[in-house]
């Protein structure tokens, strides 16, 4: 079937820019949306990107040019290319390599009188290239010439095997000279500069059951808070027993309750925007642009908890948060959804780019529930950064401290219990460290790829800081003594699972941010057609996703304290692993639709997820 008045149709092969670089790629037009104006294309490698007409050549066109500027190439522009240190050198990775096979720049189509074609060399070229480095002068020009029409001649069977670029040794045994790799993570640095792609927007598959499946989780998440808060208050909290019946309408709303998460949140906002602490820089969007991010986290943490002290000694009864749990969490839903509302409407007008992937489906209720705007901000304060990272994580630690004070004086007790101060203290330290650490976060998921909306928006607000509690509140009224060496071997077991998720986490976000850091050099690494690498080794060569694998290990030592006497504390650990099953297939899915092959090699070489040998 024909697509009426579109310059490309269906079917068509044409050459298409990699989003953020001058780079072009034979690509094969899928289909044309009108709404958007954008092409949907298909990649040799199975990547699929939607472009603008302008990003789009005619492949025959591109291709005649490309051979007669070549041969017509003067000396001079040969020796000067073939000088080119940045051709001829061997490169420590082979990521620019992958990024520039098979492609050319769009120079040669957009000059006018003196039409450069500009062929770079791929991985292979740049090796024959470098092996006759040694040779001498002469040689090294004839070669590298040669080397260059090679790479002509070349270039559409390495664009068919495109695959198989492969970088798994050592990084640092790689380069020869220290110059040449010197120089090869320079022209990484600008590779990954470029591929920022600006307009091209992936069409992302629906999540969460799609857009029945979004109606569903709205009903379901707060009526399943709301299950947990009045089963947790049952003497016997058997999930096997039936909750109470359904308190009054006016039990569940006190405007104190409102009061007090609006200045919970209005205290974390005057923190979050004081100039104090780093200006953190965010993963490139699409548009090529990083925005800023005040990661005071730390600060954050701090002056809450000196606010907190403050407080108790000036006589404010924190025992008012378990006694007004209900409430606290209804007026924390109440802001949730009045801040999901607002998020849609602005969103309504946000710029094609500034939109997320997902979330992205035209439905209102599913865009309205996985989120439409990426970054959504007020001026410099970035709505999803906060809400991700202050009042409910700070609030999860001080929701836990007020169920410790009140376990004490339900009980009497003059300390909280051993297993009350391991689930405050391995909290606080998942939360403390989170902080501490908290620029780690703008590479995650959540930062880089979901849109703002109900999801997150209930998951920061009411999610973490009202289920995430679940433990400390059942030990006010279900203690649970623990032996000194059953603590210490939760202790050790949580200890292991920080250590991982640390490591593992911080290994990640560090070569992300600077893939050439010295210190990640004897990591092995994949190179994929956007280029950025896959880490092959190190953490992430251990498992897929060796941080989901430390998360669970400290969920396990969480819920341990808790005892097996019922099922409802070890709710969040079942739910942990049905979040990080579903986050990693999901992550899986998307990987794979951004870097292809690469993704399918690294699948092979690192062949558990999460657990190893197991799944
Ligand atoms: P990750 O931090 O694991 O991010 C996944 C991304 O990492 C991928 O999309 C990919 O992004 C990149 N990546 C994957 N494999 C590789 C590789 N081999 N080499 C280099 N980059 C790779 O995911 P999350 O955002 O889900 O999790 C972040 C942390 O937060 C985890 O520790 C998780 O356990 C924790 N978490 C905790 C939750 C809680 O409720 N307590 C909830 C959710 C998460 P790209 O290539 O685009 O950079």
Excluded at 65 to 94: A, H, V, Y
Excluded at 513 to 535: E, F, M, N, V, W
Aim: contains cysteine; glycine residues 6%; positive net charge.
């Amino acid at each position: 079937m024909r697509m009426p008045s579109v310059k490309y149709q269906r079917g068509d092969k044409v050459m298409g820019r990699w989003p953020g670089s001058s780079l072009y790629y034979e690509v094969k037009v899928q289909g044309f949306d009108i709404t958007s104006q954008l092409y949907t294309v298909i990649y040799k490698d199975g990547t699929e990107l939607e472009l603008k007409e302008p990003d789009i050549k005619s492949f025959s066109g591109f291709q005649t040019r490309s051979r007669s500027r070549s041969r017509s190439r003067s000396p001079g522009r040969r020796r000067s290319r073939s000088r080119s240190p940045g051709r001829t050198t061997r490169r420590s990775s082979s990521r620019t390599a992958a990024v520039a096979a098979a492609a050319v720049t769009e120079s040669s189509l957009s000059s006018n009188k003196d039409t450069k074609m500009e062929v770079r060399l791929g991985p292979l070229q740049q090796t024959m290239a470098a092996e006759n480095n040694s040779n001498n002068k002469h040689e090294e020009n004839d070669m590298a010439n040669k080397v260059n029409e090679k790479a002509e001649a070349e270039m559409e069977a390495e664009s068919e095997r495109n695959q198989g670029r492969y970088n798994l040794r050592r990084r640092k045994d790689d380069g020869g000279a220290k110059a040449a790799a010197v120089l090869a993570e320079q022209q990484e640095k600008e590779v990954i500069k470029e591929a920022a792609p600006p307009v091209a927007t992936l069409a992302t598959p629906l999540d969460f059951g799609g857009k029945i499946g979004a109606y569903l989780w709205l009903l379901f998440l707060p009526s399943w808070v709301l299950f947990l808060v009045f089963q947790v208050n049952l003497e016997d909290p058997s999930l096997l027993n039936f909750p109470p019946p359904l308190p009054p309408l006016e039990a569940f709303w006190d405007v104190k309750a409102l009061g007090f998460v609006i200045l919970w949140i209005l205290f974390q906002a005057l923190l979050y925007v004081l100039p104090i602490g780093k200006l953190s820089e965010g993963m490139p969007l699409r548009s090529g642009e990083r925005l800023k991010y005040r990661t005071n986290g730390f600060f954050a943490i701090m002056v809450s908890a000196v606010a907190v002290a403050v407080a108790v000694h000036q006589g404010v009864d924190l025992i008012y948060i378990h006694s007004h749990f209900l409430q606290l969490a209804v007026a924390s839903f109440l802001i949730s959804v009045l801040l999901s509302v607002y998020l849609y409407a602005r969103s309504r007008y946000a710029a094609p780019e500034q939109l997320a992937q997902g979330g992205n489906s035209g439905n209102v209720v599913y865009d309205f529930f996985k989120g439409h705007e990426l970054n959504p901000r007020i001026k410099d304060f970035d709505l999803k950064f906060f809400c991700e990272m202050r009042p409910g994580l700070i609030g999860w630690c001080l929701i836990n401290f007020a169920l410790a004070l009140a376990e004490m004086k339900l009980h009497h007790l003059d300390a909280p219990s051993y297993s009350m101060i391991l689930v405050n203290v391995f909290q606080l330290l998942y939360v403390v460290d989170g902080l501490w650490n908290e620029e780690a976060i703008l590479t995650t998921m959540d930062l880089m790829h979901d849109g703002f909306g109900f999801m997150l928006a209930f998951g920061d607000l009411v999610w973490v800081p009202f289920t995430y509690t679940l433990q400390a509140y059942y030990l006010v009224s279900h203690p649970n003594s623990l032996s000194l060496p059953v603590v210490g071997a939760i202790v050790t077991l949580k200890l292991l699972g920080f250590y991982i998720f640390r490591k593992s986490n911080s290994e990640k976000n560090a070569f992300r941010r600077d893939p050439s850091d010295p210190q990640l050099s004897h990591l092995k690494t994949i190179p994929t057609a956007t280029g950025k690498s896959l880490l092959v080794s190190g953490w992430w060569g251990v498992v897929r996703h060796p941080n989901y694998l430390g998360d669970l290990m400290m969920a396990l030592a969480w819920s341990l304290p808790c005892g097996f006497s019922h099922l409802l504390p070890w709710y969040y650990m079942i739910y942990f692993i049905i979040l990080l099953v579903h986050r990693d297939s999901r992550d899986m899915r998307d990987c794979r639709r951004k870097y292809g092959s690469a993704w399918d090699e690294y699948c092979r070489t690192v062949r558990y997820r999460i657990i190893p040998r197991v799944y």
